[in-house]
């Protein structure tokens, strides 16, 4: 059975810095590009960061660009988000997700197949 779990959520100041971690079971990771989205109250699910599985390029949303990293640990089978620099607007629950074929990043949501719960993150003083 294919499974996503994240988890490293928490509450964090402003300027503050989490690791996020998506575990899989059920598939080696690293034959499948990873996406991370992020979903704040009220508003629709957003891309925010890629990894591919061919060649490891790598994906950004330009609000996110310079403070956050995506990297993967195929050993452990876990792709992480390091998120540092932290701001209030990027207070969500963030997911990561795997499409079922392909190599590249997809930019779109339902380009993705698989899914983890989500692990909120909140960015408040």
């Known amino acids: 059975q294919v499974q996503l779990v994240e988890s490293g959520g928490g509450l964090v100041q402003p300027g503050g810095s989490l690791r996020l971690s998506c575990a899989a079971s059920?598939?080696?990771?690293?034959?499948?590009?990873i996406g991370w989205f992020r979903q704040a109250p009220g508003k629709e699910r957003e891309g925010v960061s890629c990894?591919?599985?061919?060649?490891?390029?790598?994906y950004y949303t330009d609000s996110v660009k310079g403070r956050f990293t995506i990297s993967r640990d195929n050993a452990k089978n876990t792709v992480y988000l390091l998120m540092n620099s932290l701001k209030p607007e990027d207070t969500a629950v963030y997911y990561c997700?795997?499409?079922?074929?392909?190599?590249?990043?997809?930019?779109?949501?339902?380009?993705?197949?698989?899914w983890g719960q989500g692990t909120q993150v909140t960015v408040s003083s």
């Open positions: 997700a795997a499409p079922m074929y392909g190599s590249s990043c997809p930019r779109k949501v339902y380009e993705y197949d698989y």
């Open positions: 990894i591919s599985s061919s060649d490891g390029i790598t």
């Open positions: 059920g598939f080696t990771l690293d034959y499948y590009t």
